[in-house]
């Protein structure tokens, strides 16, 4: 089993940034997927981004693009979203997601075994 925990959210006011943390324990997750995704009201879970820990491959779609980027820290067993030039659309819980079966990074949640607790994020106008 792997157990992931996401720290690091907040209120913060449009343009300001901020750096998700995602701490992985239980096992290793060497040869993992680790992903974020968020979730705001009323709206379905949708990818912001997804590391490959083995080869250290990353990808973050177009919608976040330019603003968000993902990092990992290998002896930390810890991967990170950096956010920066928030906008209120922004505004979600943002999860950690850990996938073990794939080989390469899936953007669609249920290919996903492991999931945190989620960390809110709210950013105002």
């Known amino acids: 089993q792997v157990q992931l925990v996401e720290s690091g959210g907040g209120l913060v006011q449009a343009g300001d940034s901020l750096r998700l943390s995602c701490a992985a324990s239980?096992?290793?997750?060497?040869?993992?997927?680790t992903a974020w995704f968020r979730q705001a009201p009323g709206k379905e879970r949708g990818f912001v981004g997804a590391v490959h820990w083995s080869g250290a491959t990353t990808y973050i779609p177009d919608s976040v693009k330019g603003r968000f980027t993902i990092d990992r820290d290998r002896p930390k067993n810890t991967i990170y979203l950096q956010m920066d030039n928030l906008i209120p659309e922004d505004t979600a819980v943002y999860y950690c997601?850990?996938?073990?079966?794939?080989?390469?990074?899936?953007?669609?949640?249920?290919?996903?075994?492991?999931w945190g607790q989620g960390t809110q994020v709210t950013v105002s106008s």
């Open positions: 239980g096992r290793t997750i060497n040869n993992f997927i």
């Open positions: 997601a850990a996938d073990s079966t794939s080989s390469y990074i899936e953007v669609v949640p249920r290919t996903y075994e492991y």
